[in-house]
């Protein structure tokens, strides 16, 4: 059983930048998709960013594309969701996801195995 912890949301002003860290204890992401969803309140949780197994492809939602990154450290196991200029719309819980090794990253909460508990993100205006 994969276990996931995320670390690093917290409170930032509009423009600024957070990164936020996925640890995995009994498994490995190199071994898994990964990615990254977020759930402010009252919506739906939804997709942000994945990356395949090895690290070669790496997808975004239109909301974050060009200001978010997804990547992995193999040697640490660990998944980093690096975002930069952020907006009060990024405001939301984060949750860091693996699921079966595929070229195809996917975009659905059911497509994955394995959630953290959740980091928050709040950008204020």
């Known amino acids: 059983q994969v276990q996931l912890v995320e670390s690093g949301g917290g409170l930032v002003q509009v423009g600024g930048s957070l990164r936020l860290s996925c640890a995995a204890s009994?498994?490995?992401?190199?071994?898994?998709?990964s990615g990254w969803f977020r759930q402010a309140p009252g919506e739906e949780r939804q997709f942000v960013a994945g990356?395949?197994?090895?690290?070669?492809?790496?997808y975004y939602a239109d909301s974050v594309k060009d200001r978010f990154t997804i990547f992995s450290d193999n040697a640490k196991n660990t998944v980093y969701l690096q975002m930069n200029s952020l907006k009060p719309e990024d405001t939301a819980v984060y949750y860091c996801?693996?699921?079966?090794?595929?070229?195809?990253?996917?975009?659905?909460?059911?497509?994955?195995?394995?959630w953290g508990q959740g980091t928050q993100v709040t950008v204020s205006s």
């Open positions: 996801a693996v699921g079966p090794p595929s070229w195809r990253i996917g975009e659905r909460v059911r497509e994955y195995s394995y």
């Open positions: 009994g498994g490995t992401f190199n071994s898994h998709n």
């Open positions: 990356i395949t197994w090895l690290g070669g492809s790496t």
